[in-house]
């Protein structure tokens, strides 16, 4: 009989805990998630950080041409300069992104740019992208990944911080160019691949010489081959240079490449001609120079000057064959 209640009794005690365990578990995962989004509220991550502003621009607006302009954290002199000259004039359809990386940032260097960004609402923050020379490849992705899951658009340029882009005639020429799988820039072709120093590709197995490659001072992309990247980023090999690396992840496509010579993108500046769309290797002072002589004369030069020579890509001949042809009537 004793034996009896006290197994009785085990179960009613053993059905109350369970039935606690039922009630109270799902209270206490609740719980968790609440205090989990409470602690996000009061510490916001940086993580691909932008502005209110233009996460309510990519919801509501699509642009013809999206401009990102990769930059150090550091510049914000530079970039001063690019907002007071040739992104001084507002477009309409087109929109400009600085983007930075921001991980391991000095928290002073870290908070300088977030002050900026909240005065100027145009900067790309990359907190999972170092800013040094071996990341500006995942740099590059994950900015076309980003700006692929965030905005509307029909075109990308892509350029540097010492870039000066004269950017009415580019949007004027651009209408002149396929509208869909569009790689327009100057292209290069037959390169020896670097085997030693800061640009050594030890990943490289492709051939003896790099492929055609748009230069990175200044690129324009159409949205379908930035969403292309942007999907296949996770097999795409990248490379020391992110043009190069560019150049390779769009080789077996059939697309519109377009070699221009009004793209001055080289690692050096071949000089100053009125005709250049984009000028590479420009400090602040060139820049205000370059703005002050279209204010007043309407022409990029005060006076136009050749330091190198131009060419245009021969894309019927191997790739070691196609820019031999210096023209010196080329700007």
């Not at 309510?56 to 970039?79: G, M, N, W």
């Not at 990248?238 to 010579?261: A, C, T």
């Not at 309407?298 to 021969?314: D, F, H, I, Q, T």
């Amino acid at each position: 009989m004793a034996r009896a209640w006290r197994q009785s009794k085990n179960r009613i005690v053993k059905n109350i805990f369970c039935f606690g365990c039922l009630f109270i578990l799902p209270l206490f995962v609740l719980a968790v998630v609440v205090y989990s989004k409470s602690k996000n509220a009061e510490t916001p991550s940086v993580t691909d950080e932008v502005s209110s502003q233009n996460i309510i621009e990519s919801t509501q607006k699509s642009f013809y041409l999206i401009v990102l302009i990769f930059s150090d954290p550091t510049k914000s002199a530079t970039r001063k300069a690019i907002r007071e000259t040739w992104l001084s004039t507002s477009h309409q359809n087109m929109k400009h992104m600085f983007v930075v990386g921001s991980k391991g940032l000095a928290e002073d260097v870290l908070n300088n740019v977030l002050k900026e960004n909240s005065s100027h609402h145009d900067m790309l923050i990359l907190d999972s992208v170092n800013e040094s020379y071996i990341s500006l490849t995942t740099k590059v992705k994950k900015g076309f990944q980003w700006l692929h899951s965030n905005y509307h658009f029909s075109f990308l340029l892509k350029c540097d911080d010492d870039s000066f882009v004269r950017i009415s005639p580019l949007l004027e020429e651009l209408k002149k160019q396929p509208q869909n799988y569009l790689y327009w820039g100057f292209f290069k072709g037959g390169s020896s691949v670097f085997q030693k120093g800061k640009w050594k590709e030890s990943e490289w197995f492709l051939c003896d010489t790099y492929l055609p490659y748009a230069l990175g001072g200044g690129y324009i992309l159409s949205s379908d081959l930035v969403e292309f990247i942007a999907k296949n980023g996770p097999l795409l090999q990248q490379y020391k240079s992110e043009d190069v690396s560019v150049g390779v992840w769009l080789s077996p496509l059939k697309i519109h490449r377009v070699h221009d010579v009004r793209f001055d993108t080289e690692f050096k500046s071949r000089g100053c001609y009125n005709e250049y769309l984009i000028t590479h290797k420009q400090s602040a002072n060139d820049m205000r120079v370059k703005h002050d002589s279209l204010l007043k004369t309407g022409k990029l030069c005060p006076s136009e000057l050749r330091v190198r020579y131009s060419y245009n890509y021969n894309w019927t001949v191997l790739p070691s064959k196609c820019c031999k042809d210096f023209n010196p009537d080329l700007p």
